[in-house]
């Protein structure tokens, strides 16, 4: 489904905000492809420059150094209403003044589209984002998700190659914001319209994207599919971003690694590349507790129940902590309580070795 | 809505004050003035409280010949045409300058914001006849751009644009420009800012979106700006007294006169009740041309 042909080229984006020793980097060398019809995410915090990245491919920001290209033509100079791409905004932005289906039209009548041809279009969006019944509402008679859906289908009316969303679900209440996840990565297979989504939510980045970019302070951390990141993190910020992950500091000798007076697990570790010193990061659910059974040594310090499944803070004899987490599947009672002495032992391939921090991307 | 009479009784007092200042100081004299007009004027001012009269309205359109004969007497309607154009112009003059100026002060920052806007209002601190004054010097012959204008060769004899309807314009525009650029700026001060990227992001220009989305929601700004600007310039008294010299009238003046010199007080008052029906009218229509969008 994915093209392999590159919509948008990043290359080596800066911004600065501010002059001489004020100057701040918001931006610092990015540098990625962003390839058709992808559903591609901006991942990470506030402030990590995502929606700055956004805005200059929208047009709103300019490009302190580098430059970002569609489809090979170079964007820069060219006037956000120059650019053949739309965005759907954090707050909408939907003109209060006009009724659903002149929102929707705005865009068509702004780029001369023939009035006799606008009906048509405006119809069939109104359909696609399931609201033919709302034409003549004005936008503060629609709820949240409903003025969402709007915003998407005014966005997506003059079929823009690139389709940009900021932020564009997390004034929704979960639930809704589950259903318009779905609804979207609908939207994105059926229009075959390229998805650039900014989010600092890593659950919905993880459940819509063909791949994410995750950021942090301006630099680009790593870029991959949602199992790349999740599994094979590039570095501790994106471990620690994004899911749940324990850090422990371990020894890797003859294929075996070693906890100090924790004992040592046999499991592979995903880089054996060479022994010593490791710095390790690993899932609480690849992690598996027992009370009497192999694994390294720990005393149970915290139990969170959390419905579908219950975490444990498992204070290592080494004296690391980690997080272990239990499914409640069987629905029996707790495995163990604060105090408990329990074993601690891994899946196969559970632990993974972060590069050294002189190494980070 | 049904209140608990603890409640009514508490909002009557809170509302009281009110409701007396408008009674005393506007419904009174209000209908005191539309009695007035119905009666006939005593020889030396005043009116005749026992005499019924339809005199005043009469004469408004018509003259009344020695033979008691009515003729159509066009003066007066001439006076409030004058007086509906130049309060027009004078709108429609403080718009041009106003809007882009309320737009350039509402696209600066905070602080810059205010300082201007405090600029505007600087004006305010001296008295506007004071100020007018200030015009008759400029504007006279010989006065400073009188001379400026033929020590640099650009006119030739004298200005003669002092006593003429385009001095009281001038003065129009000049003392109520603030009036206009105000309540703009507050409706544009407040506006969505992103809307307008939302507008350049669909591939409108920046005259398209000026047009389809900033100037649809700084409506309510731009009707009570043009409403603060014609309802005082149509009634202005000293402006076109001074700045005019009395030669063209306006309406605020031939009332003046009939309470003044031509001591007929019922005739004054039946003007009066003309330009309010007017302005009504005018409001009326504005406010039904350029509804507020709903849901604002």
Redesign the interface.
């Known amino acids: 489904m994915t093209g392999n042909r590159v919509a948008i080229e990043i290359d080596h984006v800066c911004k600065r905000f501010g002059a001489g020793e004020q100057a701040v980097l918001a931006l610092d060398h990015i540098a990625l492809d962003i390839r058709e019809n992808e559903f591609f995410t901006l991942l990470g915090p506030s402030g990590c420059g995502k929606t700055t990245l956004l805005r200059m491919i929208?047009?709103?920001e300019d490009v302190s150094a580098g430059d970002i290209r569609l489809y090979g033509a170079s964007l820069t100079g060219k006037?956000?209403?120059q650019r053949p791409?739309?965005?759907v905004?954090q707050?909408y932005?939907?003109?209060?003044?006009l009724t659903v289906e002149e929102n929707i039209a705005?865009?068509l009548e702004?780029?001369g589209f023939k009035p006799t041809d606008i009906k048509p279009i405006v119809a069939e969006k109104l359909e696609l984002v399931k609201l033919s019944g709302f034409a003549r509402r004005?936008?503060?008679?629609l709820s949240g998700g409903q003025q969402q859906r709007v915003a998407l289908a005014?966005?997506l009316a003059?079929s823009p190659r690139v389709l940009l969303l900021d932020e564009s679900l997390s004034a929704l209440d979960l639930k809704l914001r589950k259903e318009m996840q779905v609804e979207l990565k609908r939207l994105q297979r059926e229009t075959g319209i390229t998805f650039v989504f900014v989010t600092h939510d890593q659950e919905e980045a993880l459940t819509m994207s063909d791949r994410i970019a995750v950021m942090s302070a301006g630099k680009l951390q790593q870029v991959g599919s949602p199992e790349d990141i999740y599994d094979r993190p590039a570095n501790r910020f994106v471990a620690d971003f994004i899911g749940e992950t324990s850090f422990l500091q371990g020894q890797v000798a003859e294929g075996q690694l070693q906890f100090g007076a924790a004992g040592s697990l046999s499991c592979q570790v995903l880089d054996q590349s060479h022994d010593g010193a490791a710095a390790l990061a690993v899932r609480p659910e690849r992690l598996q507790l027992s009370v009497s059974g192999s694994g390294l040594a720990g005393v149970v310090a915290e139990v969170v129940y959390r419905g579908v499944d219950t975490v444990y803070l498992v204070q290592l004899a080494d004296g690391q902590p980690c997080r272990v987490r239990h499914t409640n599947d069987s629905g029996a009672s707790r495995l163990a309580r604060v105090g408990d002495a329990v074993r601690v032992a891994a899946l196969p391939g559970a632990f993974h070795r972060l590069q050294e921090a002189g190494h980070d991307a | 809505m049904t209140l608990d009479p603890y409640r009514r009784t508490r909002r009557r007092l809170l509302l009281a004050p009110t409701t007396l200042t408008l009674l005393l100081f506007m419904v009174l004299p209000m209908l005191l003035m539309g009695w007035m007009s119905l009666l006939a004027p005593d020889t030396y001012g005043g009116v005749r409280w026992k005499e019924w009269s339809l005199d005043a309205y009469v004469q408004f359109l018509y003259e009344r010949d020695l033979d008691d004969s009515l003729t159509l007497n066009s003066d007066y309607l001439q006076i409030f045409g004058r007086s509906f154009l130049l309060a027009g112009f004078a709108t429609v003059v403080t718009l041009l300058i106003g809007f882009p100026t309320a737009l350039y002060i509402a696209l600066k920052e905070e602080k810059t914001r205010q300082r201007l806007i405090l600029l505007i209002s600087i004006p305010f601190w001296t008295n506007l006849l004071v100020r007018t004054y200030a015009w008759m010097l400029l504007l006279r012959n010989g006065g400073l751009i009188d001379s400026s204008l033929s020590a640099l060769g650009l006119s030739q004899g004298t200005l003669d644009v002092l006593y003429t309807p385009t001095a009281v314009a001038i003065g129009f525009v000049y003392s109520f420009l603030p009036f206009m650029v105000l309540p703009i700026y507050t409706s544009l001060e407040k506006m969505?800012w992103?809307?307008v990227?939302?507008?350049?992001?669909?591939?409108?220009?920046r005259w398209?979106a000026l047009r389809?989305?900033i100037l649809?929601?700084a409506m309510p700004g731009i009707v009570a700006g043009c409403l603060l600007v014609f309802i005082p310039a149509i009634g202005s008294y000293f402006i076109p007294e001074l700045l005019g010299g009395g030669k063209s009238l306006m309406i605020g003046n031939l009332i003046q006169n009939q309470f003044g010199t031509a001591r007929n007080w019922p005739f004054g008052a039946a003007l009066s009740f003309m330009l309010l029906a007017l302005v009504l009218l005018v409001m009326w229509i504005y406010t039904r041309r350029f509804q507020r969008?709903?849901?604002?």
Do not use: I, K
């Open positions: 929208a047009g709103f006037l956000p209403f791409v739309n965005t905004f707050s932005a939907l003109f209060p003044h705005f865009g702004m780029r004005r936008p503060h008679q005014r966005a003059p | 969505d992103r809307l990227e939302a507008a350049f992001d669909l591939g409108a220009n398209l389809r989305v649809p929601l969008p709903p849901g604002e």
